[in-house]
């Protein structure tokens, strides 16, 4: 089974649109389909569409929100809500196209666990375009995982990935690197980009500034996530030493000028030197604590995320019995433990 989740904010005009060539690619490639619509707060009369579509088609299943609550949100839901092993995730707007996902699919066949869509050609205007290549070059180098198109919301996943990457925020563009960042294998596919027919971008010039926000939180996650102290205690030792070394120098010079008076030194308090040693010294040790702090936080509330990803096992995993079972876990005649 395929599933396809398809994040909705105000698409009522392109949705049954979109639903015919969804259909006619499982008729034409023999899917198993699964789509689940998830609107995200429309004011459009999107949700009248998506319910009139599920009511129609068993395939097809529609959650609402009942505000916006942004993109990862609604993906966060639809992969939730998804049975297929496999999921792709596509736009509303009909700028991408579904005839797309048999390549996806082929893809997938190579061993990889996520496929990125790359729209090489791209309909939109250069003020959306141009920032979005600085952005997804400065994914590719602060990441090393190199795509030419982080943000395409045209891509093919594992089901098992979402066990492990979870998404909140804003953090849904930067899947393919938190996967990579647990061991999974990210390709890419030069996919067609259609221009838009109906509504507008959602994106503005706040976007680059969320972007870079983001990025940086995705860097720190998957640099230092375990080890906050490697990132922090490095800073805060480094400006540690050079406020201490400033003010080591600063003692000695002090000492010079009151057994040598008559050289005429400057008085400390006129030094801004002063300020910054202190200032260093007080900072060096402000980021060592807040990463202890972020240390301690990870040993006693982070016991239930695992460090690690596993691909395959030859051994059978331990079965958690539930706490209304009346079975003896340890008893070999379990008929679960049979089953299994």
Same mark, same amino acid.
């Given at each position: 089974?395929?599933?396809?989740?398809?994040?909705?904010?105000?698409?009522?005009?392109?949705?049954?649109?979109?639903?015919?060539?969804?259909?006619?690619?499982?008729?034409?490639?023999?899917?198993?389909?699964?789509?689940?619509?998830?609107?995200?707060?429309?004011?459009?009369?999107?949700?009248?569409?998506?319910?009139?579509?599920?009511?129609?088609?068993?395939?097809?299943?529609?959650?609402?929100?009942?505000?916006?609550?942004? +993109?990862?949100?609604?993906?966060?839901?639809?992969?939730?809500?998804?049975?297929?092993?496999? =999921?792709?995730?596509?736009?509303?707007?009909?700028?991408?196209?579904?005839?797309?996902?048999?390549?996806? !699919?082929?893809?997938?066949? +190579?061993?990889?666990?996520?496929?990125?869509?790359? +729209?090489?050609?791209?309909?939109?205007?250069?003020?959306?375009?141009?920032?979005?290549?600085?952005?997804?070059?400065?994914?590719?180098?602060?990441?090393?995982?190199?795509? $030419?198109?982080?943000?395409?919301?045209? +891509?093919?996943?594992?089901?098992?990935?979402?066990?492990?990457?979870?998404?909140?925020?804003?953090?849904?563009?930067?899947?393919?690197?938190?996967?990579?960042?647990?061991?999974?294998?990210?390709?890419?596919?030069?996919? *067609?980009?259609?221009?838009?027919?109906?509504?507008?971008?959602?994106?503005?010039?706040?976007?680059? =500034?969320?972007?870079?926000?983001?990025?940086?939180?995705?860097?720190?996650?998957?640099?230092?996530? *375990?080890?906050? *102290?490697?990132?922090?205690?490095?800073?805060?030792?480094?400006?540690?030493?050079?406020?201490?070394?400033?003010?080591?120098?600063?003692?000695?010079?002090?000492?010079?000028?009151?057994?040598?008076?008559?050289?005429?030194?400057?008085?400390?308090? *006129?030094?801004?030197?002063?300020?910054?040693?202190?200032?260093? !010294?007080?900072?060096?040790?402000?980021?060592?604590?807040?990463?202890?702090?972020?240390?301690?936080?990870?040993?006693?509330?982070? $016991?239930?995320?695992?460090?690690?990803?596993?691909?395959?096992?030859?051994?059978?995993?331990?079965?958690?019995?539930?706490?209304?079972?009346?079975?003896?876990?340890?008893?070999?005649?379990?008929?679960?433990?049979?089953?299994?």
């Amino acid at each position: 089974m395929l599933s396809i989740v398809v994040p909705v904010f105000n698409e009522a005009e392109s949705l049954d649109a979109l639903h015919a060539e969804l259909a006619e690619v499982a008729a034409a490639q023999g899917y198993k389909l699964d789509v689940v619509f998830v609107d995200d707060g429309s004011t459009d009369g999107s949700w009248d569409v998506l319910r009139r579509l599920a009511e129609a088609d068993p395939r097809v299943k529609a959650l609402r929100f009942r505000r916006n609550f942004g +993109k990862a949100a609604a993906l966060s839901a639809g992969f939730a809500t998804a049975r297929g092993e496999l =999921v792709m995730t596509l736009d509303a707007d009909l700028q991408d196209d579904p005839r797309e996902i048999p390549r996806f !699919l082929a893809e997938m066949t +190579k061993g990889l666990d996520v496929v990125s869509g790359y +729209k090489q050609v791209r309909h939109d205007p250069w003020h959306k375009v141009w920032p979005s290549r600085v952005f997804n070059w400065m994914v590719s180098r602060l990441t090393g995982v190199v795509l $030419h198109d982080h943000n395409c919301g045209m +891509k093919c996943y594992r089901r098992e990935i979402f066990e492990e990457v979870h998404l909140y925020g804003e953090l849904h563009r930067f899947v393919p690197v938190l996967a990579a960042a647990r061991g999974y294998r990210v390709g890419e596919l030069v996919i *067609q980009h259609r221009p838009r027919k109906f509504g507008r971008s959602k994106y503005g010039v706040t976007r680059i =500034v969320k972007g870079f926000l983001d990025l940086l939180t995705v860097k720190f996650l998957t640099g230092f996530g *375990q080890r906050p *102290q490697h990132v922090l205690g490095t800073l805060g030792l480094g400006s540690f030493l050079l406020g201490l070394v400033g003010l080591v120098y600063l003692a000695g010079y002090w000492l010079v000028a009151q057994l040598a008076p008559d050289l005429g030194l400057t008085p400390l308090h *006129q030094r801004p030197a002063v300020i910054y040693s202190v200032g260093l !010294l007080l900072l060096g040790g402000q980021l060592m604590s807040i990463g202890f702090l972020g240390e301690l936080i990870l040993a006693y509330h982070r $016991h239930d995320v695992r460090t690690y990803s596993i691909a395959e096992r030859t051994d059978r995993p331990p079965r958690t019995a539930s706490p209304d079972s009346d079975l003896d876990s340890s008893n070999p005649t379990d008929s679960s433990l049979d089953r299994s």
